[in-house]
């Protein structure tokens, strides 16, 4: 069974960094491309960065462009999002995904796996 799992999540205060994690077990990233979102409560879910095969091109959403970093490790068939001055409005479940192709990837339905989710908590 195909396993996505995030991990990297915590509660910290405006102004600070995470970096979460994905991690994939029985299932290959390669010729993928790999994303993030987040859902905050009573919102829906909306994207917030995703990466292409093999790692070159690199897609932001506005509200995280220029504070987010989205990377990947090939060989390790992990990736992560580093995220930097962090805001509350930042707060959020975070979820990677793997997407069907290796293109940049923004809509939900480009994507066939789900992590569980990790919760970022930032306080102002």
């Known amino acids: 069974q195909v396993q996505l799992v995030e991990s990297g999540g915590g509660l910290v205060q405006a102004g600070d960094s995470l970096r979460l994690s994905c991690a994939a077990s029985?299932?290959?990233?390669?010729?993928?491309?790999m994303g993030w979102f987040r859902q905050a409560p009573g919102k829906e879910r909306e994207f917030v960065a995703t990466i292409g095969w093999p790692g070159t091109n690199k897609y932001y959403a506005d509200s995280v462009k220029g504070r987010f970093t989205i990377s990947r490790d090939n060989a390790k068939n992990t990736w992560y999002l580093q995220m930097d001055v962090l805001k509350p409005a930042d707060t959020a479940v975070y979820y990677c995904?793997?997407?069907?192709?290796?293109?940049?990837?923004?809509?939900?339905?480009?994507?066939?796996?789900w992590g569980q989710g990790t919760q970022v908590t930032v306080t102002s």
């Open positions: 029985k299932f290959t990233s390669d010729n993928r491309a």
């Open positions: 995904a793997a997407a069907y192709l290796p293109i940049l990837a923004i809509a939900p339905r480009d994507y066939g796996y």
